[in-house]
């Protein structure tokens, strides 16, 4: 159990509207990052940050931004929810040792309409 | 750019019998490895790592994997399938250490089903 909690974890918006997911960890790790994971794609790199108010771009940002204003949360924002975005949203931290490894929260599927 | 292949989508295997997913990767340098497995409606768990050293890693639940640099290839195996292993399998290749953070690469999946 690597102290990751998703919020919510399910929902069903409409199109156009804003959805926040929220990240929170227990651990105070350094780095986090959300992913999002669809059928024959696997899961992919949305965001990640590396620390507080550092982050970065992943491989399928467009559409999507984040903050991280406090080490324990890590936001992801849906700016204008599109049909396209609906998927299984992950987040995940990476532990200090040297293999770099991730650990995964519960997720967080969303719907949109 | 890092990429992972796991060319079987599906595999049934029968319970007992034994297990080898395949996964291939395409990266430039050393690369971290792992195995994980997600059950139905459920997160990601880590089943083993590859970072260095010993190519035969040992994970949780009675899986291995090998790492075979000639092949690019990090193939899991089980010697002998119990039922509750029925799951989808992720192969994935980290970056190495920047300081900037690392990334993982995911592969497609592998799901598999056990046969009683």
């Known amino acids: 159990d690597a102290g990751i909690t998703q919020s919510p974890r399910h929902k069903v918006t409409e199109t156009g509207t804003p959805v926040t997911l929220r990240c929170h960890q227990t651990?105070?790790?350094?780095?986090m990052y959300w992913y999002r994971q669809d059928p024959g794609h696997g899961l992919r790199l949305i965001h990640y940050?590396?620390?507080?108010?550092?982050?970065d771009k992943g491989e399928v940002s467009d559409g999507y931004s984040v903050s991280r204003s406090k080490t324990e949360d890590f936001l992801l924002t849906l700016e204008s929810a599109t049909s396209s975005q609906t998927s299984v949203y992950f987040c995940?931290?990476?532990?200090?040792?040297?293999?770099?490894?991730?650990?995964f929260g519960p997720g967080t599927r969303l719907l949109v309409l | 750019a890092q990429s992972v292949t796991q060319p079987d989508i599906h595999i049934t295997v029968s319970e007992g019998a034994s297990l080898e997913l395949r996964c291939n990767y395409s990266?430039?340098?050393?690369?971290?490895l792992f195995w994980y497995v997600q059950s139905p409606g459920q997160g990601l768990q880590l089943l083993l790592k590859?970072?260095?050293?010993?190519?035969l890693v040992q994970g949780i639940k009675g899986f291995e994997a090998e790492f075979k640099r000639s092949q690019s290839s990090f193939n899991l195996r089980k010697p002998s399938v119990h039922w509750s292993d029925a799951a989808e399998y992720f192969c994935?290749?980290?970056?190495?250490?920047?300081?900037?953070?690392?990334?993982?690469?995911f592969g497609t999946g592998t799901q598999l089903k056990v046969e009683l």
């Open positions: 995940a931290i990476k532990k200090r040792d040297r293999q770099e490894t991730q650990y």
């Open positions: 651990e105070n790790h350094r780095y």
């Open positions: 994935a290749v980290g970056e190495g250490f920047t300081g900037g953070g690392n990334k993982l690469t």
């Open positions: 990266y430039g340098a050393t690369p971290y």
């Open positions: 590859y970072f260095s050293g010993d190519t």
């Open positions: 940050s590396y620390g507080v108010k550092d982050t």
